[in-house]
């Protein structure tokens, strides 16, 4: 890959330019999870490596290409670990030392800018947020058809309409739901019965642990049951009156369940009394696991 890419970089000179840079970051693994800390041993600072280094890179590229981007993804993930301080150190260093052409991208779900301003507020100064609206249907579509071109695989347009249905404007879920359906493929043509067994082992293995902890988030008591009754329910947006019925209390007793959850990030608001679960893995992790999971938390908790 590197070696494709139309500049001076090539494995040797990239290894000279960024390994003394590197090889200060400790790497920790622990049950899957790699953890990188910046190494507290060595006595320098992380930002003015970080220029150093970006100094360098761009002397062996600037008469080629036009600037440098560099990508922090899942910020929200990290906006505890001062990356606040870190971003408003290093622009304005990098505008000190002439580097206008260098770019830094911060990536996070939304929200997590608040998060970094309550680290640093002059980052809200220096950050131009731009939102990335969910994709199109045929956008994710065209996820899948162009996974599967020279495949010699096809898929049916009914798994397609579904998988699309599933992600909401979201690709990670197209690709999840396209892989697991194409892995469980066995003559070329991905049908109903492929979908269904790689959205089981989607719920039931490779996202089990996530869907689980946005339900247990949710809260205990009237919270699950509020969610067992939406994830039970024929359509996927479902009327206040029936989430009230459902737990034996009044419509107008429940705005306070209905908006921890949707602070919470579970449910959305659709309309005026009417909501819905806000991923649909969630809803079907739930049809499948959530009655046992309500034994389990079955504690009362009222608000």
């Known amino acids: 890959m590197i070696d494709q890419i139309p500049t001076k970089f090539g494995r040797d000179n990239i290894k000279e330019i960024a390994e003394d840079f590197l090889k200060k970051w400790k790497v920790n693994f622990s049950i899957g999870i790699a953890k990188a800390e910046y190494n507290a041993n060595i006595n320098a600072d992380l930002s003015a490596d970080f220029l150093r280094t970006i100094k360098m890179f761009w002397s062996a590229v600037e008469t080629e290409i036009d600037g440098l981007v560099f990508v922090?993804?899942?910020?929200?993930?990290?906006?505890?670990?001062?990356?606040?301080?870190?971003?408003?150190?290093?622009?304005?260093?990098?505008?000190?030392?002439?580097?206008?052409?260098?770019?830094?991208?911060l990536v996070g779900i939304?929200?997590?800018?608040?998060?970094?301003?309550?680290?640093?507020?002059?980052?809200?100064?220096?950050?131009?947020?731009?939102?990335?609206?969910?994709?199109?249907?045929?956008?994710?579509?065209?996820?899948?058809?162009?996974?599967?071109?020279?495949?010699?695989?096809?898929?049916?347009?009914?798994?397609?309409?579904?998988?699309?249905n599933l992600a909401t404007g979201y690709p990670s879920p197209v690709h999840l739901l396209g892989y697991h359906a194409f892995d469980e493929d066995d003559n070329q043509l991905i049908d109903e019965d492929d979908f269904k067994k790689g959205l089981d082992k989607v719920i039931t293995l490779v996202k089990r642990e996530e869907l689980s902890s946005i339900y247990q988030k949710a809260g205990t008591g009237d919270y699950r049951k509020i969610l067992q009754a939406m994830a039970n329910y024929q359509a996927d947006i479902v009327p206040l009156k029936h989430l009230a019925d459902y737990i034996g209390?009044?419509?107008?007793?429940?705005?306070?369940?209905?908006?921890?959850?949707?602070?919470?990030?579970?449910?959305t608001r659709i309309d005026r009394a009417l909501y819905k679960i806000s991923d649909p893995l969630l809803k079907i992790y739930i049809q499948k696991f959530g009655i046992l999971q309500l034994d389990l938390f079955s504690d009362d908790v009222d608000i």
Not at 89 to 104: K, M, N
Not at 249 to 267: F, H, K, P, Q, T
């Open 72 to 105: 922090i993804d899942e910020v929200d993930t990290i906006a505890d670990g001062d990356i606040a301080s870190f971003c408003k150190v290093t622009t304005e260093a990098l505008v000190d030392a002439g580097l206008e052409q260098v770019s830094i991208i």
């Open 110 to 164: 939304s929200g997590a800018m608040e998060k970094l301003k309550q680290e640093h507020p002059s980052v809200g100064r220096i950050f131009r947020t731009i939102e990335v609206l969910p994709m199109t249907d045929s956008e994710s579509s065209d996820i899948l058809s162009l996974a599967l071109n020279g495949s010699n695989t096809k898929i049916l347009s009914t798994v397609t309409a579904k998988i699309v």
């Open 249 to 267: 209390r009044r419509s107008d007793a429940m705005s306070s369940y209905m908006n921890a959850l949707i602070e919470r990030g579970v449910v």
